[in-house]
């Protein structure tokens, strides 16, 4: 129980963050956000990983760290951004519902990896697509540019999610967190060197939603 009430928590969490992502983005572009934020976040976990080490992990790994927090970080880079650029292009309350898809991919995605599927698995899945049915797609039958990356973004979750239910079990999850967010965080702020001007003014223009979603 307490562990489900932890990922109650996290998603409450979470949930909120959709309405700072947007409010984010009023002064700041989208990479230099997820940039800024990712690294905050990489680094407000190092005291916990210097204070509160890590026990032995129950599987031993065939690869080094290293390898497990680049392949994570890739794929959590692919889902973060992909959703804060959606973000510019759809509602917050579109993108929240839309990502959450990723919890009823995961299951399919485990299919390929010898996972059960269970009936109450496939009955969420059917009630999810009629869902993302009636909130995204218009009298036309086209889906918005912002809900189409969402879905994306969705697919890299639950990509991550499958890999995170691997490498969890091998390696410390709150080094291979702030690993991954630190991978996050500078592919993001490459992306806003090329393609956005930031200034200093800007990111204090953000500064609370940047706390927010990064710490």
């Known amino acids: 129980m307490k562990y489900r009430l ?16 947007v409010i984010g983005m009023d002064s700041i572009g989208p990479y230099a956000f997820n940039g800024i934020r990712f ?6 976990l190092l005291p ?3 204070y509160y080490p890590s026990g032995r ?12 927090i680049l392949m994570a970080g890739i794929l959590l880079c692919g889902g973060a951004t992909l959703q804060q650029v959606a973000l510019q292009y759809t509602t917050a309350s ?3 519902f839309l990502t959450a898809t990723y919890l009823l991919m995961v ?19 059917i009630l ?32 991550h999610i499958i890999l995170l239910n691997y490498l969890t079990q091998r390696f410390p999850p709150v080094t291979l967190s ?26 204090l223009s953000s500064w609370w939603p940047i706390l927010y979603t990064g710490i």
């Not at 999810?128 to 979750?157: K, P």
Request: aromatic share 16%; with cysteine.
């Open 6 to 21: 932890l990922l109650l928590l996290a998603a409450l969490i979470w949930g909120f963050a959709f309405v700072a992502q």
């Open 39 to 44: 690294l905050l976040g990489s680094l407000s």
């Open 48 to 50: 916990i990983i210097y």
């Open 57 to 68: 992990n129950p599987k031993e790994a065939s690869f080094s760290i290293w390898v497990a």
């Open 94 to 96: 579109k993108t929240s």
């Open 107 to 125: 299951p399919v995605i485990g299919l390929f990896f010898g996972q059960v599927l269970r009936l109450n698995h496939i009955f969420g899945v």
């Open 128 to 159: 999810a697509m009629a869902g993302v049915y009636f909130i995204s797609i218009t009298e036309t039958l086209d889906i918005g540019y912002g809900d189409f990356l969402v879905l994306l973004c969705a697919v890299c979750y639950a990509a």
């Open 178 to 203: 702030s690993g991954q967010f630190m991978v996050v965080g500078i592919c993001n702020l490459i992306l806003a060197f090329f393609f956005e001007t930031v200034s200093i003014s800007s990111i």
